[in-house]
């Protein structure tokens, strides 16, 4: 049996026992396939993980940066209490569109909200409204602009937010300092931000999968 494979049936087992996909997040899937979006959103283990780390939180504001079809909002958002809210930008309006009927679907439009646009327009535009500090914040865009949105999230957060940077690791590239490619100089940007602010605590962690080969970055706010 391949490592991929082993991977696979591992996922499968935890994702199981663990994090089952219900029927809305199964339509959500199957409304990304129709729709031909990419097939890059998180996994259902992973999805169970955002929810987790959102109520241990005891998050009642979360902003996702990067929505795709909103399968990781699902996730999110219903890890928030009947007054939470949460904010997901998203690039594509296709995408975003997609998104926006998958919350509908699963009942959670009235308190998440898909904003669509550059991030690096619509972060501005959010901060003027001068929102409740966001209590964790996922950043699962594109990646080369990683630390910009490691910047901002720290404007928008409080002391004891988490911020959470998806797919780190970029098949292992992330530790080649000679890299030029711009996903690999933002993602070493954000995590050498985090390294370096003193405002943030963070590690990062691999991970394998039906993903493949991956990662994530956790940063916690300081005073």
Same mark, same amino acid.
């Given at each position: 049996m391949s490592d991929?494979?082993?991977w696979d049936d591992v996922d499968?087992?935890?994702i199981s026992q663990l994090a089952p996909d219900d029927e809305a997040l199964q339509a959500a899937l199957r409304e990304n396939d129709?729709?031909?979006?990419p097939h890059i959103a998180v996994t259902a283990a992973q999805g169970k993980f955002l929810h987790l780390l959102a109520q241990v939180q005891g998050a009642r504001h979360i902003l996702e940066i990067g929505t795709l079809g909103g399968y990781s909002t699902i996730w999110l958002a219903r890890a928030l209490p009947e007054d939470g809210r %949460?904010?997901?930008l998203e690039y594509n309006a296709k995408h975003a569109e997609v998104a926006a009927r998958n919350l509908a679907r699963a009942g959670l439009d009235r308190i998440a909200e898909v904003r669509v646009g550059p991030a690096l327009e619509s972060l501005p535009k959010l901060a003027d409204e001068n929102p409740a500090p966001f209590d964790l914040v996922f950043i699962d865009a594109d990646k080369a602009n990683n630390a910009h949105y490691v910047e901002w999230? %720290?404007?928008?957060?409080?002391?004891?937010? %988490?911020? =959470?940077?998806?797919?780190v690791v970029r098949g292992g590239r992330v530790a080649d300092p000679g890299s030029t490619?711009?996903? =690999? =100089?933002g993602t070493r940007a954000a995590i050498e931000l985090i390294a370096t602010h003193p405002r943030l605590?963070?590690?990062?962690?691999?991970?394998?999968?039906s993903k493949g080969y991956d990662g994530f970055?956790?940063?916690?706010?300081?005073?």
């Open positions: 991929s494979q082993l499968d087992y935890f129709a729709a031909g979006l %949460l904010v997901s999230a %720290l404007r928008l957060t409080r002391t004891g937010s %988490l911020i =959470v940077v998806d797919n490619e711009p996903d =690999v =100089v605590s963070g590690t990062a962690l691999q991970t394998v999968g970055a956790l940063a916690r706010v300081l005073a």
